[in-house]
């Protein structure tokens, strides 16, 4: 178990569709990452947010945002679902920007 | 950006055997971990290595930052070893951003 907790775990929703994915970090840890795994990829970088603040963007769709809240916990927004969006999305945390990070199991997202 | 070049891309092996997998930076990278993601989707953190060598039970990996490469070396495989296994490493940052950069990840099989 990483300390990373990520809810929910699989989610089937229809094309169209708004959906939000929830992460609470490890206890202490102010960076939070959000990736996408499309089927048999690589992780693909969305976003990071540090002590609330948002510092990285990746490729991430004008249809999708995040945010980090005052308890650290953050949540995307993923919003107009396409059947491409389908995909296992995971949020890590790391204590600082420059350290270890670790990965909770992930939300498998299936669009039908 | 930086890239990440993994290889072998597939791999198997028969129970007992032993295996170099290898990642390949295009760029000093700050910190490198090695990930393994079981069948099920998970993301198993299995060294933060950002130079120097680390050994965990039959795992070992090196780190040569100056050359840009790491090693993960599995000794006497075993069927639980199976999946796919990324490295990922965080680049130098000008700009504030510490994300990390994900390798394509080698696929590996383990027979009984």
């Known amino acids: 178990d990483s300390g990373v907790t990520q809810t929910p775990k699989h989610l089937i929703t229809a094309t169209g569709q708004r959906v939000t994915l929830r992460c609470s970090p490890r206890?202490?840890?102010?960076?939070v990452y959000w990736y996408q795994q499309s089927l048999d990829q690589g992780l693909q970088f969305l976003i990071q947010?540090?002590?609330?603040?948002?510092?990285a963007k990746g490729n991430i769709l004008e249809r999708f945002s995040a945010q980090q809240f005052p308890d650290l916990h953050s949540e995307l927004n993923l919003s107009s679902l396409e059947l491409g969006d389908s995909a296992l999305y995971f949020c890590?945390?790391?204590?600082?920007?420059?350290?270890?990070?670790?990965f909770g199991q992930g939300t498998r997202l299936t669009v039908v | 950006g930086i890239q990440v070049e993994q290889s072998p891309p597939d791999l198997i092996l028969q129970e007992g055997a032993n295996s170099t997998l290898r990642c390949n930076f295009s760029?000093?990278?700050?910190?490198l971990q090695w990930f393994h993601q079981n069948p099920w989707g998970q993301l198993i953190n299995l060294f933060y290595i950002p130079s120097g060598t680390k050994q965990n039970g039959r795992l070992s990996a090196t780190t040569v930052a100056t050359e840009r490469y790491s090693l993960l070396y599995i000794s006497s495989s075993q069927t639980t070893d199976s999946g796919v296994y990324f490295c990922?490493?965080?680049?130098?940052?000008?700009?504030?951003?510490?994300?990390?950069?994900f390798g394509t990840g080698t696929r590996l099989k383990v027979l009984a």
């Open positions: 947010y540090y002590n609330g603040e948002e510092r």
């Open positions: 206890s202490g840890d102010l960076s």
């Open positions: 990922a490493g965080q680049g130098a940052s000008t700009s504030g951003t510490y994300k990390y950069i």
């Open positions: 890590a945390s790391s204590p600082d920007q420059n350290t270890e990070a670790f």
């Open positions: 760029d000093s990278v700050n910190n």
